[in-house]
């Protein structure tokens, strides 16, 4: 019996805290890196706290005397941080889709981070072409990913682009079947940049982001406030790798600028992008944090959104079906 008892709470401490942990890290706007890092994981919290549940009510269903009210007690705590996550999490379950325009014409995006480079050419371009997409961003694209993705068909596709490949992470580029014009740079370390594309389906001025991640909160932060700041009344669209979740603070502050992420809109649930290799710090996982995003503004609507596994990168890449409204 004693045994038992010592594994219950063994258990139970190795399900709650970490999902303690993650609540109190999603209430509050952490400014140090690790902790904002911890933020990333906040839907996490969802299936510890349902399990934390489940070993409640069978603790309830235990002979305890007198504290079997305690057990309740404790149960119904249980449900006020599950309820919460609950709450933040739904959106992207339920989140309302603007009907497109009854004449409209969906034009398919499409972020992808190559991670320096290694990304899969023949696997991008397979992407590309079996999604039919009208509007690339990639991040992390260095001179030779994009000589070799121009040598499988890349130039081709998608003949105009702005921004421009770099070393390592530092590359960003938006690329498109449609003229591209108004391209500027903004002031982000790793390169993002606004533009205007010329679609069929009608113009688009968008952003292509890549800011850095939140290994310094300050700089991280910063660059995502430069994102917020750019994403003006103008912009219709933006892509990329935020290196953000929907619960970081800085990335409700682009949502109340008035975007939504496409996922959300279509109703698509939960689409975790990173890591997408099967590892984190060395150990195994699945895709867990959802940073690559596509956001559109008032005048578009998604009507889905899905991830696509490409060997190579630790990304997921992103594509949304957009229609104007």
């Known amino acids: 019996m004693r045994v038992r008892g010592v594994l219950f709470w063994v258990v139970l401490a190795g399900l709650a805290l970490p999902a303690l942990l993650l609540t109190v890290l999603r209430l509050t706007t952490p400014d140090v890196g690790t902790a904002v890092r911890g933020v990333s994981f906040a839907p996490l919290a969802l299936p510890l706290y349902a399990a934390a549940l489940v070993l409640l009510l069978a603790r309830i269903a235990w ?25 933040w999490l ?8 603007p009907a497109a325009a009854a004449d409209a014409r969906t034009f398919q995006v499409m972020t992808a981070n190559l991670l320096t480079g290694h990304a899969d050419p023949l696997e991008v371009m397979e992407t590309i072409a079996n999604e039919q997409v009208d509007i690339l961003v990639l991040q992390e694209v260095t001179p030779e990913a994009l000589a070799a993705l121009d040598e499988a068909g890349l130039s081709t596709a998608l003949p105009e682009r702005a921004g421009e490949p770099g070393f390592g992470v530092m590359g960003t580029m938006i690329l498109s079947v449609g003229e591209i014009t108004e391209v500027s740079r903004l002031d982000t370390h790793m390169g993002s940049y606004a533009a205007t594309v010329a679609l069929p389906q009608g113009e688009v001025r968008m952003l292509g982001v890549h800011p ?32 953000a979740t929907p619960d970081h603070a800085p990335m409700r502050g682009i949502y109340d600028a008035g975007f939504r992420d496409a996922a959300e809109v279509a109703n698509a649930g939960w689409q975790p992008t990173w890591p997408a290799n099967g590892s984190m710090v060395g150990l195994p996982s699945p895709p867990v944090v959802q940073i690559d995003h596509v956001l559109v503004g008032e005048r578009l609507t998604a009507l889905d959104t899905r991830t696509v596994d490409i060997t190579g990168t630790d990304h997921r890449a992103v594509i949304a079906d957009v229609a104007f409204v």
């Open 212 to 243: 850095v991640p939140p290994h310094n909160a300050d700089v991280w932060s910063g660059e995502l406030g430069v994102i917020e700041k750019t994403a003006d009344d103008r912009v219709d669209l933006l892509a990329g790798d935020f290196n």
């Open 90 to 97: 739904a959106p992207q379950f339920s989140g309302g889709q």
């Open 63 to 87: 002979p305890a005397g007198r504290q079997r009210r305690v057990w309740v007690a404790a149960t119904v705590a249980a449900l006020l941080p599950l309820g919460l996550h609950g709450w």
